[in-house]
């Protein structure tokens, strides 16, 4: 599942457990499922970020 963070200078979006319960950047509890748009945006920063070699395999 992704989430997202909600402190003020956080926003961290990540893939974690259902059991989550903190934010791996800041470690804050105040975490919630990502919205539909900061899923598309977590999912092309991930593809982007990719190797070359991982990209067309």
Request: net charge positive; proline share 5%.
């Amino acid at each position: 599942m992704i989430y997202a963070c909600q402190t003020k200078c956080c926003h961290f979006l990540f893939c974690g457990s259902e059991h989550q319960t903190a934010c791996p950047d800041c470690g804050h509890k105040r975490i919630r499922p990502a919205t539909q748009k900061e899923r598309a945006v977590f999912f092309r920063l991930r593809t982007e970020f990719l190797p070359e070699e991982r990209k067309s395999g």
